[in-house]
């Protein structure tokens, strides 16, 4: 199994920037993409990006250019950096972790799939983002 917990999350103005941590714990090893989403309130839950154990990131088209994701491998920590912040990025953001057994994790280990091959199987509780105008 395992474990994440998010943090970071903040009621900023406008156009500041906000870094959000996802700390995991467990099994990590196992783990060959992470990812950060988000869920406004009324709306559907979203993608914001993903990495994978390579570092290779992907990103929601329209969140390309103020998003970074990163990771701390030595920490097993997971980061969103979120810039030029804007009232629609007021959500619930959540972290989360694939988690593949060791037959599909030596597969992938040879293939380099990107992320969205697997579904992610572990969830955060999710940090809180409020941005005012």
């Known amino acids: 199994q395992v474990q994440l917990a998010e943090s970071g999350g903040d009621s900023v103005q406008a156009g500041g920037s906000l870094r959000l941590s996802c700390a995991a714990s467990g099994d990590t090893h196992m783990t060959y993409c992470m990812g950060w989403f988000r869920q406004a309130p009324g709306k559907e839950r979203e993608e914001v990006g993903s990495?994978?154990?390579?570092?290779?990131?992907t990103y929601a088209e329209s969140l390309k250019g103020r998003f970074t994701i990163s990771k701390d491998n030595a920490e097993n920590t997971l980061y969103l950096q979120m810039n030029d912040l804007k009232p629609e990025d007021t959500a619930m953001y959540y972290c989360?972790?694939?988690?593949?057994?060791?037959?599909?994790?030596?597969?992938?280990?040879?293939?380099?799939?990107?992320?969205?091959?697997?579904?992610?199987?572990?969830w955060g509780k999710g940090t809180l983002v409020s941005i005012s105008s």
């Open positions: 989360a972790a694939d988690y593949l057994t060791p037959d599909l994790w030596l597969d992938a280990r040879a293939r380099r799939p990107r992320c969205g091959n697997f579904a992610m199987d572990y």
């Open positions: 990495i994978d154990i390579w570092g290779r990131t």
